[in-house]
């Protein structure tokens, strides 16, 4: 069994930066391919960044050139660097989890973002 805890949310000016973190107990993170969704009020969660076990990523257009996904294994944990924020960015962001080769997709309780001026 695996635990998320997200951490590093908060209320930002337009254009600041957060940084966002999933820290993970157990064994065998560097194993987790993990992923980054964000759910905005009246809307239906989607994916933001995903980086894989072998650490390659991928991102939504809508964040792309503004949000790095990164992780360090040492510490069981994935980051979500967001630069840049737009008020459309305001949103409780999940991150994921998932062991390369399993079917079992573990999630933490989210971390409120809020961009406003």
């Known amino acids: 069994q695996v635990q998320l805890v997200e951490s590093g949310g908060g209320l930002v000016q337009p254009g600041g930066s957060l940084r966002l973190s999933c820290a993970a107990s157990?064994?065998?993170?560097?194993?987790?391919?993990v992923g980054w969704y964000r759910r905005a009020p009246g809307k239906q969660r989607e994916l933001v960044a995903t980086?894989?076990?072998?650490?390659?990523?991928n991102y939504a257009d809508s964040v792309k050139g503004r949000f790095t996904i990164s992780r360090d294994n040492a510490k069981s944990t994935v980051y979500l660097q967001m630069n840049s924020l737009k008020p459309e960015d305001t949103a409780v962001y999940y991150c994921?989890?998932?062991?390369?080769?399993?079917?079992?997709?573990?999630w933490g309780q989210g971390t409120q973002v809020k961009v406003s001026s």
């Open positions: 157990g064994s065998g993170f560097s194993l987790y391919a």
């Open positions: 994921n989890a998932r062991e390369v080769g399993s079917v079992i997709v573990w």
């Open positions: 980086i894989t076990a072998g650490g390659s990523t």
